[in-house]
């Protein structure tokens, strides 16, 4: 089977140039001017930009958590974002109380058996850290997991103690497996939660008083100093203001083997947004918090500097209105306290049109740098770099043909995601995926699903680096 598109304008973390790309067998077999279409299937590509497709280094389907469960399931979310350009994503299979590791990844699997339409991976969240799961670690890049995730919050629930996270980051080190950390101190956000509780402050905004930027500061200093002790690789997700960047910029200044992700909320949503009088601020609680406009620059300036390497969207979504017509309760589980409404924002779907147009189009970012921070480095980070994150010889044929004059106003109204509202709602975009084609296949054409439930597939992943 050969596809040949003609006339693009192929974007790579490096380089920008006019090309036809041939593809054979899924895989990209030849790039050069003028080359031949006997016997391919030709898309004409001319005035596109054709691009790696995107990979969401950071996402929770069909996840339990907060007392219910998010709205999106493989089959939604992956569906969302074929439509938004992401071509694979990395998924966060959670441990559960009593379970081993490779049982988290197998419900995992279990959830999206037959829902499948873009590739994707697993990360192992642990949450029971016994002797036993961190002596597991080394076992999982057996399974194709070459990342492994361990939170420094939720008390009483996913935290582990740091004593647990050395020890974890010794076995990942040794296995070659990358060390993620959710950086919050878990005990003081607790403390913080308990007497903001207890003193009857109760609505959304009050989530914030509990997610101190300081202590969000000092979780990462401290998973940066233990990953410098330790040598274990570590990436930082959902990085979300200057104090813990600073940290990420001081240990990468020192040499250390660590990088940061943020994710595109933290550039968009304030923490005035959750400080609105009623219970609309529910719909941003996520952790960490959303923050400031200054923070959201400095986020800006850090992608452009090579502070923070990856841009995801921590996609985990639950519905402001849940619990009724049979939809999953969601954001309204925290009405009468703030500490119950479950934590998580939607965006799978506009992580690329959104960074596109914000980062690009206003010349905060370059076009390889937007390419970079939205796919190749999260398939270097994860493990799966060539064979996704680029358009190579040999490579994945994930390509996006990108339009960069076609308009669209984000919305819930026309949004692929199962959710009842959007971070970037009434949000005027240039610049949109017209085609989104994975190992060869077109996905997503025009606005119209091409493939079956099914299609995407499990990516091997191994061998992660710090970029
Ligand atoms: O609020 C968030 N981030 N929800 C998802 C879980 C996590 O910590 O990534
Ligand atoms: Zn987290
Ligand atoms: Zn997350």
């Not at 054979?24 to 054709?50: T, W």
């Not at 796919?375 to 358009?391: E, F, L, R, V």
């Not at 190579?392 to 044929?397: H, N």
Request: proline residues 4%.
């Amino acid at each position: 089977m050969k596809t040949i598109i003609k006339n693009g304008t192929v974007v790579t973390a490096s380089d920008t140039f006019k090309a036809d790309v041939l593809i054979e067998d899924g895989k990209v077999s030849l790039i050069g001017q003028n080359l031949p279409s006997e016997g391919a299937e030709v898309i004409d590509a001319a005035g596109m930009l054709l691009m790696p497709g995107g990979i969401d280094p950071h996402t929770h389907l069909d996840m339990p958590f907060g007392g219910t469960t998010t709205t999106d399931d493989f089959y939604t979310g992956q569906t969302a974002a074929a439509f938004g350009g992401t071509t694979c994503h990395v998924d966060f299979a959670l441990q559960q109380k009593g379970q081993t590791l490779k049982q988290g990844v197998e419900m995992w699997q279990e959830k999206a058996e037959g829902k499948t339409i873009i590739d994707y991976g697993f990360h192992v969240a642990i949450t029971d850290p016994t002797e036993a799961s961190i002596n597991e670690i080394p076992s999982l890049v057996d399974i194709g997991v070459s990342s492994l995730k361990v939170f420094q919050a939720y008390k009483g629930a996913f935290m582990v103690d740091d004593t647990a996270l050395y020890k974890a980051m010794e076995k990942a080190r040794d296995a070659d497996i990358m060390l993620m950390t959710h950086s919050e101190n878990g005990d003081a956000i607790a403390l913080l939660t308990e007497q903001l509780v207890a003193a009857g402050k109760l609505d959304p905004g009050y989530h914030l008083d509990a997610h101190p930027r300081e202590i969000e500061g000092e979780a990462s200093a401290r998973a940066i100093a233990l990953s410098a002790v330790t040598g274990a690789k570590l990436y930082i997700v959902h990085m979300s203001c200057s104090d813990s960047i600073a940290q990420m910029a001081l240990g990468r200044d020192r040499g250390y083997n660590v990088m940061g992700e943020t994710c595109t909320q933290y550039m968009f949503k304030f923490e005035e947004d959750m400080r609105v009088p009623g219970y609309e601020g529910a719909k941003w609680a996520c952790g960490p918090p959303v923050r400031t406009p200054e923070d959201a620059e400095f986020i800006w300036e850090s992608l452009r500097n090579t502070t923070l390497q990856t841009v995801a969207t921590d996609h985990c979504s639950f519905n402001y209105e849940g619990g009724v017509d049979g939809k999953l309760p969601g954001k309204e589980l925290g009405k009468d306290g703030w500490h119950k409404i479950p934590n998580g924002i939607p965006g799978i779907e506009d992580r690329m049109p959104v960074m596109y147009h914000n980062g690009v189009n206003s010349g905060k970012i370059s076009l390889n740098r937007f390419v970079a921070i939205t796919s190749t480095n999260a398939a270097k980070a994860m493990g799966m770099y060539p064979q996704k994150g680029t358009i190579a010889i040999g490579s994945d044929a994930d390509i996006v043909v990108w339009d960069p004059n076609k308009e669209h106003t984000i919305s819930a109204k026309t949004h692929h995601m199962n959710v009842d509202y959007n971070a970037y709602e009434g949000m005027q975009v240039k610049g949109m995926p017209v085609r989104t084609i994975i190992r060869g296949t077109t996905v997503v054409d025009n606005g119209k699903l091409c493939v079956e439930k099914g299609f995407g597939k499990y990516v091997n992943r191994k061998n992660p680096v710090i970029v």
